[in-house]
Nanobody, 120 residues
Framework: QVQLVESGGGLVQPGGSLRLSCGAS????????MTWYRQAPGKQRELVAS??????IYADSVKGRFTISEDNGKNTVYLQMNSLKPEDTAVYYC???????????????WGKGTLVTVSS
């Protein structure tokens, strides 16, 4: 069984920075893509940033402020968040497409989320 565990959330003042981490553990053959989503109160979950095969994409709202990176050897993805704004307040979720056996294709897994609060 695969588990995704996020960490690094917390309370930060506007203009501050946080670094989120998401580690995948279990029987993993390969990870095809890792993505950060977020869900603010009363809003739908939205894609924040994704990385796959060395390529990255970002939501327009975070371009230039957030950076996604991965450590393949540790099956971990990071989200460096700078110049944080109150509107970045949300629960941040990690998602990954992971292959766990040689017959089935990759399946997507979700972490439980980590809360980021941007407030003075």
């Amino acid at each position: 069984q695969v588990q995704l565990v996020e960490s690094g959330g917390g309370l930060v003042q506007p203009g501050g920075s946080l670094r989120l981490s998401c580690g995948a553990s279990g029987t993993i053959i390969s990870i095809n893509a890792m993505t950060w989503y977020r869900q603010a109160p009363g809003k739908q979950r939205e894609l924040v940033a994704s990385t796959s095969g060395g390529r990255t994409i970002y939501a327009d709202s975070v371009k230039g402020r957030f950076t996604i990176s991965e450590d393949n050897g540790k099956n971990t993805v990071y989200l460096q968040m700078n110049s944080l704004k109150p509107e970045d307040t949300a629960v941040y979720y990690c998602n990954a497409f992971i292959r766990t056996d040689w017959i089935k294709g990759a399946v997507d897994y979700w972490g439980k989320g980590t809360l980021v609060t941007v407030s003075s």
